[in-house]
């Protein structure tokens, strides 16, 4: 009799372990799927094409050219970051642009510069491995246009050749920037390179708009600019991105808790606490 008791009693203990894993395991699937999936649709699905004046075409409006603006993902290469460092943020830029291109449906994808952190110490090898991994994460369907500007982080102009350096950004190069400005008569700048947001209005009225960094190693919440543009106008807004600050609390909790569940299940917990964990699952049961 004692033994058929012990060995129910052991029975009990392993199907209770099996539904603890089954929790465990539950959760932190869930968890990792919301915080590195699901969130950039939630986030970005809140972000709208800014509205632009149109005129009368023909029988409607005319067109509006819907354009995303990002700048300075700083892929890392082979010489700086850490591996871990280095294949987070490029999952992140990856999951935000792909979430970007299906919720948003931009025709045409601009990249401010910067795209590489080690453009200039690449070698043919770590380069042609690092293009790879830009192309896959920036993959596109073929009614999307993607158009790339070379920053200094590509190839080392910052070094070289200080004036090309800055990836149309302006405002850091007064003279050429002028000239630049007289010779071409743009109605909008939009720069890289400073990783922040700032406007500057030229003179003449030409508003310049710096984009801020598209990768978590260089802000908390980087963003986007999406620009809705005409033949005479055109409209801006930011999209914003998540928070990683916020992400990495999540995590932080949802260990915390799962902690509590384990010393709980063992009747680790210190007596007080235990107490108080059993009325609760009893209080949740009924
Ligand atoms: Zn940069």
Not at 10 to 24: D, E, F, G, I, P
Not at 99 to 109: D, I, N, R
Not at 248 to 276: D, I, M, N, Q
Request: charged share 20%; proline share 4%.
């Amino acid at each position: 009799m004692a033994l058929l008791r012990w060995g129910l009693g052991r029975q009990n203990v392993h199907r209770s372990s099996r539904v603890l894993l089954l929790k465990l395991t539950v959760i932190v699937i869930s968890v990792l799927l919301l915080c590195e999936y699901f969130i950039y649709y939630l986030v970005i699905v809140r972000c709208r094409w800014p509205e632009v004046k149109t005129l009368a075409h023909g029988d409607g409006q005319e067109p509006v050219l819907k354009a995303m603006f990002l700048a300075d993902t700083h892929l890392l290469g082979e010489i700086r970051g850490h591996w871990l460092d280095k294949l987070r943020r490029e999952w992140q830029m990856e999951r935000a642009f792909q979430t970007a291109l299906w919720l948003l449906q931009p025709e045409v994808v601009f990249i401010l510069g910067d795209i590489f952190d080690e453009g200039k110490w690449s070698t043919p090898q770590a380069w042609a491995d690092d293009v790879q991994r830009f192309q896959k994460m920036f993959r596109h369907g073929s009614h999307v246009q993607l158009k790339v500007v070379i920053g200094n982080h590509d190839i080392g102009f910052h070094y070289h050749h200080g004036c090309i350096s800055a990836s149309l950004s302006i405002n850091s190069l007064p003279l050429l920037g002028c000239q630049l400005l007289w010779w071409l008569q743009p109605r909008l700048v939009l720069s890289g390179h400073t990783h922040s947001a700032c406007e500057v209005l030229h003179p003449g009225g030409v508003l310049e708009v710096s984009v801020p960094s598209f990768s978590w190693r260089n802000r908390n919440n980087p963003s986007f600019i999406m620009g809705s543009l005409t033949s005479r106008d055109y409209a801006l807004s930011k999209c914003y991105l998540p928070f990683e600050d916020r992400v990495l609390t999540t995590y932080g909790a949802v260990v915390s808790f799962l902690v509590l569940l384990v010393l709980a299940h063992f009747e680790r917990l210190p007596s007080s606490l235990l107490s108080g964990w059993k009325r609760c699952r009893t209080h949740m049961r009924r």
